[in-house]
């Protein structure tokens, strides 16, 4: 009998919204989840809101909100978030919980008792001004080890790596601005020192993705450095025997697992102690690449020294990137779940989908809406819908119920899939599972064509029968394989061939009944129209437009989403009030390069309905500028046309266009209207 597994995911910081770089962890965890226990594997899967460090106390004091009002807010945004997306956890908990204090104060205890945490006397940031000594990232100044500005606790836009508190030179209040000084005070430490030889033997064994292993192995090679594992917060673990200190949010938020493990032991009747005590369980952690450090250096080393179960495996997914640019929040590449993808009504299982199968679970995904129409359309879509959908409507039309005298062929091209699936499983290959039941998909629909149970029929009922027999022993084991990455559909055409996709076990695709009744069925998935994704593009532009503003510090105005109403009234400066009126400096008008141009070609963009492609001379040279104005002008009213365009606006791609440039035009009850010279000018006249 195989031992129990808990599988873990990295908590989400509760200080935020949902981004889809969070679901680079959590919906490969889920979908690995669903496959071993349709393997037949008792697996507990926790997770929980990370609710302490400094973030989440400055996110709080900034919005006028006490720290645990702040958290109560993103924990309920992320287990909604994860309900929608069908990422199911035995237990969701968070790090502010009574439970999970105690559990945390318990296994301090238990390193101080045993000699692996010391008090010592640092010198650390002060600020003189807001009278406080300063965590983590109230800081910010010069990395000793790259000279890159970097925050208190991390070189976060330099090399990378760890701080400890004491460490930043240069530093300074990021709450007044104030310069800091160095003040001494006393703190704890943990001797991670004393574990080198432990992690090098660990790190030898220890099971998971390259990409996390190598890290840490490279990390323990070079020196490590004992780890300070308070900090001067009220919010928090406070460490015991110090009402001013708080324990790291490092060392508290990992022990969630074992504090969540507890509660979902409770729930399922299970005993807690023989995973985290007696080892009798594997243990793996689905964590993001920027955490490895933590969960295969700090994590294990505490374990040990605690007497705690190790992990057996840790699985890092590799980055994410955003229409192939660095994902960034405050640069405008990022996809907000709810806001983007929720809110624009796209099934689910269709990002679910893109998140498995675009590439290795290590390597970075990139997140493009363009990429996203694709994969729906040319692969769910026309390959796996359009094989269970034309089979289980000819099968129900002709025939009602089926007799399922199977190819044995077909049989072992579908235990074939099966092994398929449980080798990607074994090396952390999402992608390879999900490619595994898209190629039966795709000899489904060969062998559906190649039989032509359509022709059959008018001659040969019987071997037409066969025929289908076949397809839907392929359609079935397809609702079965396909259902941990596909729940929410595969769960729908699953029924109508009388599977019970939830209970279903792997091997079941290969035990066929004798006889399938098959219900009308409905079409598994909507295709993703380019309008749609014109929308979702323009959405994003208009956030990397507003964000480059911001940064300049201009004024920046909301662009309603189509149904809603912009309630923005933010204003450029501190002290602005939303009834003044904002001006320009001639300065920054005049960072506008606005010319006349001459369109010398324009036409439609294929598949939009709205989108012209232009080549408009603007003096010096000619530029290709996608223009909005499909649905007012036709290409032959606009080629010739004098119009004003913005010169030096940032490229773009719309509809995988590139557009160097935007045609000025005036909004006419929503309609564009081309702006034009009252008298001839040359092309490339600047407009002042």
């Not at 039989?451 to 397809?471: G, N, Q």
């Not at 993703?528 to 507003?546: A, G």
């Not at 001379?617 to 649905?631: F, K, L, P, S, T």
């Not at 036709?634 to 719309?654: C, D, F, S, Y």
């Amino acid at each position: 009998m195989k031992p129990m597994k808990l599988v873990t995911c990295g908590l989400p910081y509760a200080n935020g919204k949902a981004h889809i770089g969070h679901l680079r962890t959590y919906i490969p965890a889920d979908v690995y989840v669903r496959y071993l226990r349709m393997a037949g594997e008792d697996v507990i899967f926790i997770c929980g809101s990370d609710s302490h460090g400094t973030p989440i106390v400055v996110n709080a004091e900034q919005q006028g909100l006490e720290p645990k009002q702040l958290v109560d807010i993103y924990h309920q945004h992320f287990q909604e978030v994860f309900k929608a997306l069908d990422i199911e956890f035995d237990f969701y908990g968070r790090t502010d919980s009574d439970y999970h204090h105690t559990r945390t104060q318990e296994i301090v205890n238990r390193l101080i008792d045993r000699g692996y945490v010391y008090p010592k006397e640092i010198e650390l940031a002060y600020c003189p001004r807001c009278e406080r000594f300063l965590p983590d990232r109230y800081v910010e100044g010069i990395c000793p080890y790259c000279g890159a500005v970097a925050r208190g606790d991390e070189c976060d836009q330099g090399c990378g790596r760890h701080l400890e508190p004491g460490e930043i030179k240069e530093p300074k209040c990021k709450i007044c601005g104030s310069p800091a000084e160095f003040r001494k005070q006393k703190h704890y430490f943990f001797k991670l020192t004393g574990f080198k030889k432990f992690l090098e033997d660990y790190l030898a064994s220890l099971r998971g993705t390259e990409n996390a292993l190598n890290y840490a192995r490279q990390w323990v090679r070079s020196e490590l450095k004992d780890w300070c594992i308070t900090r001067n917060l009220e919010w928090g673990v406070k460490f015991p025997g110090e009402e001013e200190l708080v324990v790291y949010v490092w060392v508290d938020a990992p022990i969630g697992y074992i504090s969540f493990t507890e509660r979902a032991c409770e729930r399922l009747s299970k005993d807690w102690k023989e995973i985290w005590l007696e080892n009798k369980a594997e243990i793996v952690h689905f964590i993001g690449l920027d955490i490895v450090y933590h969960h295969c250096i700090f994590w294990p080393a505490m374990l040990k020294g605690a007497d705690y179960t190790l992990p057996s495996a840790v699985v890092a997914s590799g980055m994410v990137k955003v229409e192939g640019k660095t994902f960034s929040k405050s640069r405008g590449y990022v996809v907000w779940v709810e806001d983007d993808y929720l809110k624009a009504g796209f099934n689910t299982d269709y990002l679910r989908y893109y998140m498995v199968n675009y590439t290795s679970h290590q390597k970075d995904l990139n997140f493009s809406w363009e990429v996203f129409r694709d994969k729906v359309n040319n692969e769910l879509i026309a390959t796996l819908g359009n094989f269970l959908y034309r089979v289980m409507h000819f099968a129900w039309k002709n025939f009602g119920t089926v007799s399922m005298d199977v190819d044995d062929e077909v049989l072992d091209k579908i235990e074939e899939t099966k092994e398929k699936i449980l080798a990607a499983l074994n090396s952390w290959e999402f992608k390879e599972a999900s490619d595994a039941f898209m190629e039966l998909a795709t000899y489904g629909n060969v062998y559906f064509q190649s039989s032509k149970p359509w022709e059959l029929i008018k001659s040969d009922r019987s071997e037409a029968e066969k025929a289908v027999a076949s397809c839907l022993a392929i359609a079935r084991a397809l609702t079965i394989y396909a259902y941990p990455v596909l729940p929410r559909t595969m769960k729908k055409m699953a029924e109508f061939i009388g599977v019970d996709a939830e209970k279903a076990r792997l091997d079941d695709a290969l035990n066929v009944p004798e006889k399938i009744e098959v219900k009308k069925p409905e079409v598994p998935f909507e295709r993703v129209d380019d309008d749609k994704i014109q929308e979702m593009e323009e959405l994003m532009m208009d956030r990397i437009r507003k964000a480059e503003i911001k940064e300049r510090g201009e004024i920046v105005e909301d662009k309603p989403r189509k149904g809603e109403v912009s309630n923005n009234t933010s204003k450029t400066g501190k002290d602005a009030k939303a009834d003044e009126t904002d001006y320009i400096s001639i300065e920054e008008f005049q960072r506008l390069d606005i010319r006349v141009g001459k369109v010398v070609k324009a036409e439609k963009i294929s598949g939009s309905k709205k989108l012209l492609r232009l080549e408009v001379d603007v003096g010096n040279e000619v530029r290709q500028v996608v223009a909005g104005i499909a649905e007012v002008y036709r290409p032959e009213e606009v080629e010739g046309k004098t119009v004003v365009i913005l010169v030096n606006m940032k490229p773009a791609k719309l509809m995988g266009v590139e557009s160097r440039g935007m045609i000025l035009a005036a909004d006419i009850d929503g309609k564009p209207i081309l702006l034009t010279p009252e008298k001839g000018v040359e092309p490339g006249t600047k407009v002042r």
